[in-house]
């Protein structure tokens, strides 16, 4: 099955760890991201990616790091520099560059932090 | 700036029909997307415009005015399972997406 798979689906942080947020898509999309979401509040951009070992920040980047090593995956870690990491994060991908394409999402990660 | 706006909330009934109303104001257009959010899990495409008028899709439409900034999502013959959060998205000129932050409706048996 093609798709985007996010885990762990909860995850629990104490204060000052950093913690890794995986993303992998088997679909072959160009194109990944990152969104936070709060309640009340429309999804916000953290980072981006439009092709491999390229990226760039959203407007929300501080206190977050991304890597694209591999066209099929898109990890974020959320470092301690980040003052309010309790959110539910959401990773996303599109085929084109450029293009107006659909984003596909995946099911989430609900980060709490302790 | 750029902004997405949508209300907050509505309330309907099982079997009529709700319209969700969202206007923006945007760093160019590349299209209007809507997508629906059940609670706690991620948002699924529902449809997109990008020229002017009505598309149809089944129970769902959505309307777009370019020259107005203004788009509607219309469902028709309610059910239950349509209680979610409704979220408009415009892509602009640098082709990523901005959000609205959701309409939430509540549907009453």
């Known amino acids: 099955d093609g798709g985007i798979t996010q885990s762990p689906k909860y995850l629990f942080r104490k204060e000052g760890q950093n913690v890794t947020l995986s993303c992998e898509q088997n679909?072959?999309?160009?194109?990944m991201y990152w969104y936070r979401q709060d309640p009340g509040q429309g999804l916000r951009l953290i980072y981006y990616?439009?092709?491999?070992?390229?990226?760039q920040k959203g407007d929300i980047a501080e206190g977050y790091s991304v890597s694209r090593e591999k066209k099929e995956s898109f990890p974020l870690t959320v470092t301690s520099a980040q003052k309010n990491p309790t959110a539910f994060y959401l990773c996303?991908?599109?085929?084109?560059?450029?293009?107006?394409?659909?984003?596909?999402f995946g099911p989430g990660t609900r980060l709490t932090v302790l | 700036g750029q902004n997405i706006d949508q209300p907050t909330e509505m309330t309907a009934t099982e079997g009529a029909i709700v319209q969700i109303n969202c206007t923006y104001q945007?760093?160019?257009?590349?299209?209007l997307f809507w997508y629906q959010q059940h609670a706690g899990e991620a948002p699924t495409f529902l449809s997109y415009n990008v020229l002017d008028g009505l598309e149809e899709k089944g129970r769902f439409s959505s309307f777009l005015s370019r020259s107005k900034g203004y788009s509607y999502l219309l469902l028709k013959e309610l059910q239950m399972k349509d209680s979610a959060s409704y979220l408009c998205a415009v892509m602009d000129s640098n082709y990523q997406l901005i959000w609205g932050a959701g309409t939430k409706l509540i549907i009453k048996p």
């Open positions: 945007t760093s160019g257009f590349n299209g």
């Open positions: 990616s439009q092709i491999v070992n390229d990226f």
């Open positions: 996303a991908s599109r085929p084109g560059q450029g293009e107006a394409d659909t984003q596909y």
């Open positions: 679909l072959n999309h160009d194109a």
